[in-house]
Nanobody, 115 residues
Framework: QVHPVESGGGLVQAGGSLRLSCDAS????????LGWFRQAPGKEREFVAR???????SYAESVKGRFTISRDNAKNMVYLQMNSLKPEDTAVYYC?????????WGQGTQVTVSS
C-alpha cells in the first residue's frame, strides 16, 4: 500500500514559483511511477506530469517548459517545481503513485495563482 501525502501548495502571484512535494512511501511489487494531476473548480482532473521508475518524464503541453518533475528514490519523494505560474494553474494538485496497474492518490494540495 502506498499513501501519498502532498505538501507545498499555497498562494502565489502570477509569474511566481512553487515547489510541491509528495511523500509516496510504501512498498510495491514493481517499479513505482509517480505523477501529478490537478483539478480546477468545475473542471475534470487532468494530467500534469509523470516520472517513471526508470526516470522517464512526461508533461502536459500546458506546463511544458514551466514545470519540472523529479524524484528522490531514497526518500520515496516526488517533486513538482512550478515556475512562471499563471492564474489558469490554480487548482488542487494531486500526487499519484502507480505500480502494476494499481494507482494510489493523495488528498491534494491547493495552489492558487493570483493575477
Amino acid at each position: 500500500q502506498v499513501h501519498p501525502v502532498e505538501s507545498g501548495g499555497g498562494l502565489v502571484q502570477a509569474g511566481g514559483s512553487l515547489r510541491l512535494s509528495c511523500d509516496a512511501s510504501g512498498r510495491t511489487f514493481g517499479p513505482k511511477g509517480l505523477g501529478w494531476f490537478r483539478q480546477a473548480p468545475g473542471k475534470e482532473r487532468e494530467f500534469v506530469a509523470r516520472i517513471s521508475g526508470s526516470g522517464t518524464v512526461s508533461y502536459a503541453e500546458s506546463v511544458k517548459g514551466r514545470f519540472t518533475i523529479s524524484r528522490d528514490n531514497a526518500k520515496n519523494m516526488v517533486y513538482l517545481q512550478m515556475n512562471s505560474l499563471k492564474p489558469e494553474d490554480t487548482a488542487v494538485y494531486y500526487c499519484k503513485a502507480d505500480s502494476g496497474g494499481i494507482g494510489w492518490w493523495g488528498q491534494g494540495t491547493q495552489v492558487t495563482v493570483s493575477s
